[in-house]
């Protein structure tokens, strides 16, 4: 079983939708997680944190249940520069992040 | 903001010969990693480095593989007889502590290595 899986896409959406992202992980000793974002051809970079209690940066909305070892990512009114590559990402004890194999978005006018 | 920064940014080589992959990480950072994409696959953890030795390495990370930081600013990433899987992006990573917090990896824009 993949640490961390992922659905790989693509979602093709209307510029406006809202869109959702599942991960689930397999070590139930990860710490902490995260979701970075990928461009194509580019290295990752942190979009945000994922904490248990649910946390929003704007448009993005980033939901954490330890029980189902389950992260979600919601971005609301998707923007055509939303499009790219979502990394998640889990981060456990003293290993090194692992990441999923990513989930394209494409955002369509 | 201060980056990673790698070079080259594309690095052509033929099967046997040695690459060295150059990296400069974020100044005041202690951690320092590598990690590779092969194309259209997903980004998979080489190395991490703290304190002048390796902390971790994966299964990837073989002998033909290694990392030195041979002066305060520079981390490099030899392989010593390159194969045609080696072909990927390779990505320098650092980061101020182990990963945790709200910035846990800053990412270099990579090296592209292609071996012929």
């Known amino acids: ?109 | 903001e201060p980056e990673v920064t790698q070079t080259p940014s594309h690095q052509v080589t033929q099967m046997g010969q040695e690459v060295i992959l150059r990296c400069v990480p974020i100044s005041n950072h202690l951690y320092f990693y590598w990690y590779r994409q092969i194309l259209g696959q997903k980004v998979e953890f080489l190395v991490s480095f703290y304190n002048n030795e390796i902390s971790e390495k994966s299964e990837i990370f073989d002998d033909q593989f290694s990392v030195e930081r041979p002066d305060g600013s520079n981390f490099t990433l030899k392989i010593r007889s390159t194969k045609l899987e080696d072909s990927a992006m390779y990505f320098c990573a650092s980061s101020p502590d182990r990963g945790l917090g709200n910035s846990p990896l800053h990412f270099g824009n990579g090296t592209r290595l292609t071996v012929t």
């Open chain 1, 1 to 109: 079983r993949k640490e961390v899986e992922q659905d790989p896409g693509p979602f093709n959406v209307p510029e406006g939708a809202t869109v959702a992202f599942n991960c689930t992980y397999s070590n139930s000793a990860s710490q902490s997680f995260f979701w970075y974002r990928q461009d194509c051809r580019k290295e990752p970079k942190l979009l945000m944190s994922v904490y248990s209690s649910g946390n929003e940066d704007g448009r993005f909305t980033a939901q954490l249940n330890r029980a189902s070892q389950y992260i979600s990512l919601l971005i609301r009114d998707s923007k055509l520069s939303d499009s790219a590559t979502y990394l998640c990402v889990a981060h456990t004890g003293r290993r090194a992040l692992t990441f999923g194999s990513g989930t394209r978005l494409q955002v369509q006018p």
